[in-house]
């Protein structure tokens, strides 16, 4: 059986490195938090029998880590994860100096501040109330339920239930329909939370290959029937991270084998609008299949502080969600409630804010990597990011060595369920031009360095979430 370690390596990734390469790579696991503190390793003698090298070289390794304050090992006993100075819990660093490529997400809209004057003689009229809103003010699901109607899917307030963003939405659709040891069928690559929160529940994950050009629609088809997954989660708009869009009449098979697999398909439509110039029109999921059920979120096209999401489901589903909500949280917070109303009003403005934005933003991305010779940006007609062809299975070393330049960077295998999709790395486009600029600067000085065979110092920052 193939241990965590390794699944999360990918053995053809360090198929014949050094002791020393192969240290790097486990230690950027830690540092990207695909391994976690007080985690226990393989073996020395069990790692070498799976990687098919030697002990001495497996030995070597783990003493590099150790050295380094990534690993704690015991005579005869345990080798487990720690981080530098502490074997406790992982530390934060801050650092002024540091960009963030993990993120992709914008700051506010300059409606933001407007949308929250506005609301609050609608937040004063709800002081009688107890404050408590499970299923979400009315206002804002027939708003969330107009929009989704307006798509091209027919939709009442009923069916809508205003969660804490998406994520949450997608933990708690988890909660009330998971199943333990059920397998769930994944895009690969996909947004790592969401990976997480299915392994959390228990699931063993299927996956399937996106890129850039689109979804291998046999082999989905062909999971799908064989395997009879209990879920599905897909992410059909412009698909994080590689920007993919799945036509209609695709989303109208998936939707039909999904239903005749009895496989819960979850749909995140977190990126469905940041739309910069697509080709096409695309309709819902949800319009080919009531069943589908739909995670949707403010965060992307109005502020990632706005903690507003919602799902789509039918009615006896919400019923049970309504059931289950209350054993770990009461409701969403009005006030964002009251200005999700207002931005909502006011969609074609702000839908155009971010349509511009995405696009300055893309076409800043664009310039910066012309200048790193081999790096290959594909079409990116809208979402979050650019998925980046590095020409060569690089990401991770390129990714410790952006760490040196003071560039959070998460490899491509941080979207994936096994440590592949090492020539790819996700680049945000979301970023102001002049930020942009000066990342992709600091990015050419670790792509140099990895170039030209530098061997890359991790520093001591471990940043886990990837948005």
Not at 174 to 189: D, F, M, N, Y
Not at 314 to 343: K, M, Y
């Amino acid at each position: 059986m193939t241990s965590r370690l390794v699944a999360q390596l990918g053995a053809e990734n360090v198929a014949g490195v050094s002791a020393s390469a192969l240290s790097g790579h486990i230690r950027a696991l830690i540092l990207d938090g695909r391994l976690t503190v007080g985690e226990r390793l393989p073996s020395e003698r069990a790692l070498a029998l799976e990687l098919g090298r030697s002990r001495s070289t497996i030995t070597r390794a783990y003493g590099l880590l150790e050295r380094d304050g990534f690993v704690s090992r015991l005579h005869g006993g345990s080798t487990r994860i720690t981080l530098p100075h502490t074997a406790l819990a992982p530390i934060i660093r801050d650092d002024a100096d540091a960009i963030d490529l993990s993120i992709a997400s914008m700051d506010s809209t300059p409606g933001l501040y407007d949308a929250t004057v506005r609301s609050l003689p609608r937040l004063a009229a709800l002081r009688g109330t107890s404050g408590y809103s499970l299923q979400g003010m009315p206002e804002l699901r027939d708003a969330v339920a107009a929009r989704f109607t307006r798509r091209g899917v027919a939709t009442s307030a009923e069916q809508i239930m205003i969660t804490s963003g998406a994520l949450n939405a997608f933990n708690l659709v988890l909660s009330t329909i998971g199943r333990r040891g059920e397998r769930a069928l994944v895009e690969q690559p996909t947004f790592p939370h969401a990976l997480e929160a299915l392994q959390r529940h228990g699931y063993r994950l299927l996956p399937t290959p996106v890129d850039v050009d689109g979804w291998d629609h046999h082999h989905l088809s062909a999971t799908l029937l064989e395997a009879r997954p209990h879920l599905a989660y897909l992410i059909p708009d412009f698909h994080n991270p590689t920007g993919a869009s799945l036509p209609d009449a695709q989303r109208a098979r998936i939707a039909a084998t999904a239903r005749s697999a009895g496989t819960h398909l979850v749909v995140d439509e977190t990126t469905a609008e940041l739309d910069v110039d697509r080709e096409g029109s695309y309709t819902p999921v949800a319009a080919f299949d009531p069943r589908v059920i739909t995670v949707g979120s403010m965060s992307k096209i109005a502020w990632g502080g706005m903690r507003i999401g919602w799902i789509r489901a039918e009615r006896d589903l919400i019923d049970r969600l309504l059931a289950v909500r209350p054993s770990f949280e009461l409701g969403t917070a009005l006030l964002e409630q009251c200005i999700a109303v207002e931005l909502l009003d006011d969609m074609p403005a702000l839908l155009s804010h971010v349509r511009e934005r995405l696009r300055v933003g893309r076409d800043a991305v664009q310039r910066g990597l012309a200048q790193l010779d081999g790096v290959r940006m594909p079409a990116t007609p809208g979402g979050l990011s650019a998925w980046v062809d590095l020409g060569a299975p690089v990401s991770t070393r390129l990714s410790l060595a952006a760490r040196e330049q003071h560039l959070i960077l998460p490899p491509g295998p941080r979207f994936t369920t096994g440590g592949v999709l090492e020539r790819r790395l996700r680049i945000p486009i979301t970023l102001p031009p002049d930020r942009t600029a000066e990342a992709l600067e600091r990015m050419r000085r670790a792509w140099v360095a990895v170039q030209g065979g530098t061997p890359p110092r991790a520093r001591e920052l471990e940043h886990a979430a990837v948005i």
